[in-house]
Structures are given as C-alpha cells and as structure tokens.
C-alpha cells in the first residue's frame, strides 16, 4: 500500500523536482496531457517577445541572416538530434508531422523502386492501429502513384514478423502507439524489417523527448517525429523529419520546395536537391512557431533522457499501482503493458464511459484525455509532473468513479 | 518637377496616412520590403502575449476547443477571402505556399485526368521566370507521378497564347511576378486557359493585399498565396489556399493528412475527406505563427483594397519619376511595366552592380532588396510607406550613385 506520505516522500527525493520551475503551470490543475500538448516553458514568453519585437518588428527582412532565421530548421534540428540518437546534420524541424512521412515515405518507396533486387515489391506495412493521419499519408501516397502498392494493416503488433513477406518495401510504423502507449523494441523490428529486404521508418510522436531512442544503433532508415507533446515546443509546432547520413545522397521526395534547393537564392528554373538534410525540407517555414521549440529543447540540457525515463516509468507504475488499489472495483482495464521495455510515457486505461468520466477529471481538474473507443489517457511528463499529483489525480478518479459523477450520455467534443 | 515640399503635401492629404500607426517600424528606416516581409502590426505583440500566456500556458490542452485553435485555418481564410474575391468556406490559411502549390497542382491533374476529353493532356505551362519554387514543386510532381507529364517553361509572358495547344492540361501562373513586378490579366489570361480546355491556377504571393484581386469573377480554378509579405502575418507565417466551391467536391490531394479527414477525431483507418474546403488542408498547424496573422488581416477590415490600389499606383508611379529625373544618368534600367493594368506593387531597377547598390542602400536605411541577376526590387506597401519617404530613398540612391559609393566587389549574402 503507498500512501499520500509515501507521494510526498517520493517528490522530496526526486532529482528532478526543480526542472518543474522550468514551466508555466496554472494553479490548481494536475495537467496529464503533456504526452498531447507540453505545457509552455516560462522562457517562451520571453523568446516570443524578442522575436516580435527586435527580430521581426526592429530587423524586418534582415533577420533572415542576421537573426538566424534560415538556419532555424537545421540549427534547431541538431540541438533536438541526441534525443532521438541522430547525428548532427540529419534532422530538419520542418513542416507537420504528416508532412514529413510523406516526404519519408516516398524517399523509402523509391530507394526500395531503385534496389535491383527489391524494384518490383509493393507493400507497405503498419498497424491498423496506428496515428490515423499516418495510414492517411500513405493512402495518399499509394493511390496517387497508382502503380500497385497496397496498404496492409496489421491488426496486432505480433502479426508482424508473419507479414514481412518477400513483398514488402516499407513498415512504418509508431514506436509508441498513441492510444495503447504500448512500445516496439525498435531494435528488433528494425532488425526484422532489414532481413526481410524491407526499409524501415518510425514515427516518434510520442516517443521523442519521452522514451531513449538510438536511431542509429537501431540502424533505422528514416524516422519523422512531433516537438508539440513531450519537447513542449508550442501548439502545432513545426515537426522534425530524420534522414540518416547514409540515405541522404539518395533521398529524393516529391515535396521539392526552394528551401530543399541546392542554391535557393541563385533563382534557377531546375531543381537541384541540396547536398545534405537540407534536402529534406519544402517551403518556407513559420519562424515565430519555430523559434518557440528552442525554448522547449533547452530544458532537455538540464537532464539525460536516462533519468527521464526512469522517473516516468515510476511515475507510470505508481500511477497503475494505485489505480488498481483504490478504483479496482470499477472496470477499468489497463491497455498499457506493463513489462517497462513495451511502456512509452502515457497509461491507458478503457473504460465503458471512458468519455464521460474523462470529461468529469477535467471538470474537476485532472486534465488527460480521450481516445476512442473508451481509452481514457494520461500521460506522465517527468519534466513537469510530481508524484503527488498522481496521487491526487486516482483520489480523483476513484471519487468519480465511487459516485456516478460522470454524465454517460454527455455530448463527445473534439479533444486534440 | 516633383519636389520634397510635393511629397509632403502629399502625405498631408493622404487618407491612408494614419494607418502608419497600426504598426511598429523602427526610426530612421526606410522599408521598401514589404513585399518579402511585411511589417508587425502593433498588436501581434499583445496576440503573441495571449496565445503563450492565457491559451497555451494556462488553457493547455482544452485551447484547441476553448480558444478555437482547431478553426483558426478556415476561420482567418474566410477573414483572408474577400481581398482575393474568394467565398465563404472557399479558403484555409495552412501549410506554405510551395506545399499548397502542391496539393492545387495535383488536384488540377486529377480533374484533368478525369475528364472525358482532357485525359491525355500532359503539359504544365508556366513560365520561366515564375518564383522558382512553383517551378521546382510541378518538377516534384511531374517526376513522381511519371506517366509522361512535362512542364513547358515560356521564357517571355507574350509567348502564352501560342503555348495553349491541346495538350495543355494546366496552366499555373505567379499574378504579379515577384522580380519585375510585371502583373497578368487575370480575367482574360484565365479566360484564353479556359478556351483551350486547360485549368487555371494562380500564385498569388505578391497580389494579395497588394492589388485588387477577384479569383471568383475570374472563373480561376485553384489559387495559393502568402500572408508574410503585404498582409503582414510574420515571418514565414502560413500560407492560403483558395478552392472554389464548384471545385470542392471533386478536389483531391495526395497530402490526405487527419486534419483533412471527414471527421479527424473518429480515429478512423480510411481517408475520407472533409465536405469542404478543409480537405485542402493536411496535418497540425503551427498555433503561434497562424494566429498573429489575424493582426495583419484586421488592418484591412479599416480600408478597402481599391484605396490600398490607388496609392501604392501614386507610390510607385512618384518612384519611377523621381528616379528617372535624379538618378537618369546611372543605366538603371526600369524592368517594370509602365502600365498600370500590367504592375503590381513593386518596382524594380536592374542595374550592373545592382547587388552592390543595394547593399549600400541597406547600409544607409533604406530596405529594399536584390534578386538575381542584376535586379533592386522596391516594394510599396501603402499601408506604411509615405510619399516622403519614397523622396529620401531616391535622394540615397542618387547619392549612391553619384559618389560611386558602393563595393561592386561586395560577397553576396542571402537575402529573402
């Protein structure tokens, strides 16, 4: 049995308590959403002000040299890079997250088109379950080259090693699934990807700041990834797409925009793909947006991703413990495994009024969310989340649960 | 013989003058580069403040709904739509322009491919000195798809009615070109298109909030443009895409990220798209950047764009005057048309050591800015530049020009 004394104990002793004073937080609230939306640095409000006003509004059109700002996607990209295990000079911050496994997607479709050996597959394999707009990008992808890809969704996880039959030119997939939280061993699927002639591409949405990831110990070969949940870069931020060194001389995407142009000032009327990951971007990107991520990425100075990771999974653990302690009685299943090494850094846990009760937490300040159907999610951020409050957050819960206080048939609103 | 005491008079009955005041300009500048960058509205600041502060750093999660983040592409496309003469639900603020290019050229494509008589068509005209990114993302397209689409580059605007041949699927045209600032007729350019059974598409990066523009009345078929130069969104500020009703139902892009589905939050695993113009739109926008560009908007809530015309005509034609009698003697030669029908807002000089000129104009206050080869662009945003400024920028350069006081010799950096 841990206690509310125990919680306290927990947080007198965290390492990183201090790394919360790092951000704004409202009073009042148990934020369990940072796996969806990071809260905002106290520094953005700063950065945001110099951007305005001494870059935009003092330096106007020079600030594109002078401030940095054409630089911003690689700069930024080489500072987020030993999160994800990436070198220097292979991540850009451009785009959306959709965007870029698109320009990933089809750079893997034609590396695999040009393979002497491999030209003739035409199946692209993920999960049923993964983020929607990834199958999306696909769907597009493949209905638009209409030259016989197909999409094969896998309805579970170990369906996997069966499906990587001699057809198969790409498997993306999301290292840590959205809804479940469950996490592939990138390693080993990679590894199994690889034997069977297949490119491998990983979304790391809500891996990225969150879980250690060594993209290039894993051998990957591309990966794309969002800086709006756990690196807190703002609402909607520009995403990163990584391409490792040794696909770059290769890579070729459709989307070849000025800014992927060798000499984009030199106003020439071919394309001509720049050397490095610079080749990876499209257009112009939105500066005030960018700069923000910065101020997100800097905290990640303060700390390795190995104690982050450590006190999540405690932070996830103690969060699954006392769920099952105090709310046992009510019908949750827990969807998240709970082997540490298959663990992003949300818990999920379905519920048949999934919806109501998480609009109910919300109405009482503990802010997860909702993910049909009946996934109730709740993320840790060990940058900015306490022990305690996941203490307060299954007081709570159990509350709710213990006195009906959820409306069943209330209305299902559009949560992000 | 226009003298200073002109200008100021001038500027004394200019009715625009005091729109001047909605934004921040630093002293002792002059900027003729709104047409790259536009200036800060004043009151981005405050909207910075807000979006940080209350909407990210307190509403957190809850602001895709409580601050309307999730409706801000269609709402601010619709507030976007009447200076380019485009309907309600016809517009969404997203993306940048070279993706959004993208997904117009692709659906201009699929319409033709689609259509009984025009399925065969495989030429793309545009022209040789489009901003080059239009150029590169057709190259993008044409490459993917492979299936014998080329792209006819015509080296002079008057070469255009001799290129509608009957394999013309398309024609994609820059309205105002961003380095002579030599602007089509649209109705009838759009309307010689029609004739020869090709779909019209407009870039309309250096027209909106610079020139009247009536998408709708000229029957175009797909636009895109750019809020970061004369509508003063901010650097590198998402860019719009005008879709016409007629069009919608038909319209389909390869970019089908969630935020284009039918309904983005049902976590389906099939594309569908969005009954309007939202399936235009791809993945999660960039919060920060996309909201200040409503700033830019609300100034034209105070003016019309037939007053905006006038004087950026009155600025540009005292310009070209000043410039011929002060500084006639140097071999500028004028590269933009006389016409009135035939400029936008800018107007360019090109000059032998055009780079070096404009370099020293830089350095003595005056902003306006280069591109190759030997071209000084001068934009006339009548929304803050005065006739008295437009005198002190020809009294620099003539002095420039008089005393030789430049390094012909200087490095070229990048300018935007």
Redesign the interface.
């Known amino acids: 049995m841990t206690t509310q004394h125990d919680c306290l104990a927990l947080d007198a002793a965290d390492p990183l308590a201090a790394l919360r004073g790092q951000f704004?937080?409202?009073a009042g609230?148990t934020?369990l959403?940072g796996n969806?939306?990071g809260?905002?640095p106290k520094a953005?409000?700063r950065r945001?002000?110099d951007v305005?006003?001494a870059?935009?509004?003092?330096g106007?059109?020079?600030?594109?040299?002078t401030a940095g700002?054409?630089d911003l996607p690689s700069r930024l990209g080489d500072k987020l890079a030993p999160l994800v295990g990436a070198g220097k000079g292979e991540v850009v911050i451009t785009?959306?997250?959709?965007?870029n496994l698109?320009k990933a997607l089809?750079a893997a479709i034609k590396l695999q088109a040009n393979h002497p050996e491999r030209a003739q597959r035409r199946t692209i394999v993920t999960e049923?379950d993964s983020?929607?707009?990834d199958?999306?990008?696909a769907?597009?992808?493949i209905?638009?080259?209409d030259r016989g890809y197909t999409l094969q969704?896998l309805d579970s996880w170990d369906q996997l090693p069966a499906a990587l039959h001699d057809d198969v030119a790409v498997v993306m997939l999301t290292h840590v699934n959205y809804?479940t939280g469950r996490m592939f061993d990138m390693p080993a699927v990679t590894a199994q990807a690889h034997e069977a002639g297949a490119l491998m591409i990983w979304d790391l949405a809500h891996s990225a700041g969150a879980v250690e990831v060594d993209l290039r110990a894993a051998q990957a070969d591309f990966a794309v990834g969002c800086t709006?949940k756990y690196l807190n870069g703002?609402?909607?931020?520009?995403?990163f797409i990584w391409v490792p060194e040794r696909h770059q001389a290769d890579f070729s995407?459709?989307?070849?925009?000025?800014?992927?142009?060798r000499q984009?000032?030199?106003?020439?009327?071919?394309?001509v793909p720049a050397a490095g990951i610079r080749r990876a971007m499209?257009?112009?990107?939105?500066?005030?947006?960018?700069a923000?991520i910065e101020c997100g990425l800097d905290v990640f100075d303060l700390v390795t991703m190995a104690a982050l990771r450590r006190k999540s999974l405690a932070l996830s653990d103690l969060f699954i413990a006392l769920v099952e302690e105090h709310c046992g009685a009510h019908g949750l299943e827990l969807v998240t495994p709970l082997a540490h090494a298959e663990r992003g850094s949300h818990v999920s846990f379905s519920h048949r009024h999934g919806y109501a009760v998480m609009q109910s937490l919300?109405a009482h300040g503990v802010?997860g969310?909702y993910?049909?159907p009946h996934v109730m999610r709740f993320g840790f951020t060990p940058l900015y989340t306490s022990y305690s409050e996941v203490w307060g957050a299954v007081q709570t819960l159990k509350r709710i649960l213990d006195e009906g206080d959820y409306q069943i048939d209330a209305a299902r609103?559009?949560?992000?």
Chains 1, 2 share one sequence.
Do not use: K
């Not at 995407?253 to 142009?261: E, R, T, V």
């Open positions: 704004s937080l409202p609230i934020y959403d969806s939306l809260a905002r953005a409000l945001a002000h305005l006003e870059e935009w509004g003092d106007l059109i020079c600030s594109w040299n700002w054409y785009d959306s997250t959709s965007v698109f089809a049923r983020f929607p707009t199958i999306y990008m769907q597009g992808i209905e638009w080259l969704l809804r709006y703002g609402p909607g931020a520009p995403a995407q459709p989307l070849s925009g000025w800014w992927a142009h984009p000032f030199a106003m020439q009327a071919s394309f499209c257009g112009t990107q939105p500066i005030a947006s960018l923000l919300i802010i969310d993910r049909e609103g559009a949560v992000t």
